[in-house]
């Protein structure tokens, strides 16, 4: 007997499948499994891409800070790096979720010397002094200087690889066992594979801290397939933050099974359509406030419909339109059903001041990420 690895895209026998991979990795709260990952694979895909990522000095931040535990449910401590003094001796900066703390190490005779008792606000203050111009700009900032931090250990080649493996396992799935024949999964393989530099999954910056993607709100990781002009794009959201985008097909997105969403606080893995996890977390969002929900997800154009509360519409972080009821946001959505601009995915919040809007954003229009520049330009492109 044999199958065919999904990064290698090689047919081998079974005996070369004995173990278990992670598609998202397990310390990152990852539970989608797959044994159709070759040992080989698992192990070059282990040293290239996971094992950095996990490494990595803001994603072990983020876990700490979320309390995020491995498959054996450890949680990484708060991590922490050491600025070398010239007197002797370093100062230990550790990076918590409520902000940073200092302590010296060093010897009796230089902390007298330096000025430091103990760990009084004073000392932390003298601490402050001694980090240096680099470290203490950031100090009030545990992300900013755990970004600083990362981009000096993690290879930007890590993130790419861990993009092209998430691509290959996303566009198996959602395509099928034909799909590996194509030029997108022949090329994301040696994306993954080969010492060149990637192509299609390339990777220019780290995983940047945007801030929140809403509704994927931290600390949940998201990846779904949008079709982008003439290509399916996966789109990957980690931490509840934007990671980047990886082109995945010529063909359009799958109408069904095309996103991935999962819950690492609470080990939680779900594979539905795009438009089925998007509204689902809007839905969630709305009725955490009180409000009652319409979500429609039968047709082309599935909507969830959001009553005011008493202070009003949804606080909704992105462009909406209006809408009075679920009834006047089908009509709207009529009217638009022949329209280029017409969007694929919204919701309404109203109740005479509602609010309809588009989970796939046009080309020219501004990114989700936040970035500020259009779409095609950014997480597009």
């Not at 240096?132 to 250990?153: C, F, N, S, T, Y």
Request: with cysteine; net charge negative.
């Amino acid at each position: 007997m044999s199958r065919r690895c999904t990064y290698c895209l090689e047919t081998k026998p079974d005996t070369s499948f004995t173990t278990v991979e992670h598609v998202m990795p397990a310390a990152l709260g990852g539970e989608w499994k797959t044994r159709q990952v070759c040992d080989a694979c698992q192990e070059r895909a282990n040293q290239v891409a996971d094992h950095l990522i996990v490494k990595d000095f803001l994603v072990r931040f983020l876990r700490a800070a979320y309390q995020i535990g491995d498959r054996n449910q450890r949680v990484p401590l708060a991590p922490r790096f050491e600025v070398p003094l010239d007197e002797g001796g370093v100062v230990q900066v550790t990076l918590e979720s409520e902000g940073t703390h200092l302590e010296g190490v060093t010897s009796p005779v230089v902390a007298a010397l330096l000025g430091i008792q103990g760990e009084s606000a004073r000392d932390q203050e003298r601490l402050r002094e001694l980090v240096g111009d680099d470290v203490r700009e950031k100090l009030h900032d545990p992300v900013e200087l755990a970004r600083a931090r990362q981009i000096e250990r993690t290879p930007p080649l890590a993130w790419s690889r861990f993009m092209a493996k998430l691509a290959l396992a996303c566009g198996r799935k959602a395509y099928g066992d034909s799909w590996m024949d194509g030029s997108h999964a022949l090329q994301l393989s040696a994306d993954l594979r080969s010492d060149e530099p990637p192509k299609l999954a390339e990777q220019r910056e780290h995983f940047p801290p945007l801030g929140e993607t809403w509704p994927f709100l931290p600390p949940r990781h998201i990846l779904w397939i949008d079709d982008v002009g003439d290509a399916a794009i996966l789109h990957v959201v980690l931490f509840g933050q934007v990671l980047g985008a990886v082109p995945i097909n010529h063909a359009g997105a799958p109408s069904e099974y095309s996103a991935w969403r999962f819950d690492p606080k609470k080990r939680d893995f779900n594979h539905s359509s795009y438009p089925a996890i998007y509204h689902g977390m809007v839905a969630a969002l709305a009725t955490q406030t009180g409000r009652n929900v319409v979500s429609m997800l039968a047709g082309d154009k599935p909507f969830t419909f959001i009553e005011d509360g008493p202070a009003g519409p949804m606080d909704i972080p992105v462009p909406t339109l209006w809408a009075d009821s679920p009834l006047d946001a089908l009509s709207i959505i009529a009217k638009h059903q022949d329209s280029e601009r017409s969007p694929s995915a919204m919701f309404t919040a109203g109740g005479g001041q509602g609010q309809l809007q588009s989970s796939k954003v046009g080309r020219n229009e501004p990114c989700l990420c936040g970035s500020g520049r259009k779409y095609k330009h950014c997480c597009g492109a």
